[in-house]
């Protein structure tokens, strides 16, 4: 079946940009999402990029798609405090378009 | 415009009983999706309906899990006999079609 994996961990000081990395396998995801969960938190939508796109930017978030490799990248530039939280990247695929979450990424900034 | 609903936000339940998780779409969404969390662990699909209809319930569990999307009112996910396992957090998502799906706050299940 699909699947989608992220490194479990980040740390990064404030200021610097942060790069959260997701692989997944499956060829036929139409969309690619990133979404944050703060503690105790629902999921919030922080971008997204379509399949036939290789970078999307959106204020400080920049996603890099490599379909090749079915590699997906968030960079987070100039990282606060309150970017502090996990990050899931998820894809839609399938009749029903159910995303597939990766396990996330629990970014830590540090003053 | 509210966003997507979801009550009640946390539920304690003792073995055996039923949980009632309710979800209402944001205003002009007609699909449905519910995910699980399991502590550490990230989100896993569960079911996904449409206003009547199940379309989708490849990530249900055989038994005791069942869910509704009525005409009138929000979409149901009913536990029955609830088992410490189904501790977790449950979240819906919604959308106006197969896009983008906006979730929920969650409702977090503590079985005793």
């Known amino acids: 079946g699909e699947d989608v994996e992220q490194s479990l961990f980040l740390s990064v000081r404030e200021g610097d940009s942060s790069v959260i990395n997701c692989t997944y396998t499956d060829s036929s995801s139409t969309y690619l999402y990133w979404y944050k969960q703060e503690p105790g938190a629902g999921l919030q939508l922080l971008t997204y990029i379509f399949s036939n796109m290789d970078m999307k930017q959106d204020q400080r978030l920049t996603v890099l798609l490599n379909k090749k490799d079915k590699h997906l990248s968030l960079r987070i530039a100039d990282t606060q405090t309150g970017d502090s939280a996990i990050y899931f990247c998820a894809d839609a695929s399938g009749s029903a378009r159910q995303l597939t979450f990766g396990s996330g990424t629990q970014l830590t900034v540090l003053p | 415009n509210a966003g997507v609903m979801q009550n009640p936000r946390h539920l304690v339940r003792r073995r055996g009983q039923e949980a009632r998780l309710r979800c209402s779409p944001m205003?002009?969404?007609?699909?449905v999706y519910w995910y699980r969390q399991l502590p550490e662990e990230g989100l896993k699909f569960m079911v996904y309906l449409q206003k009547e209809n199940i379309i989708d319930e490849s990530g249900m569990p055989k038994e005791r899990f069942s869910a509704e999307f009525p005409k009138e009112g929000p979409s149901i996910l009913r536990i029955q006999q609830v088992v410490r396992g189904d501790s977790a957090a449950y979240f819906c998502a919604t959308s106006a079609g197969t896009d983008t799906q906006y979730f929920g706050p969650g409702t977090r299940l503590t079985v005793l």
């Open positions: 205003k002009g969404h007609s699909h």
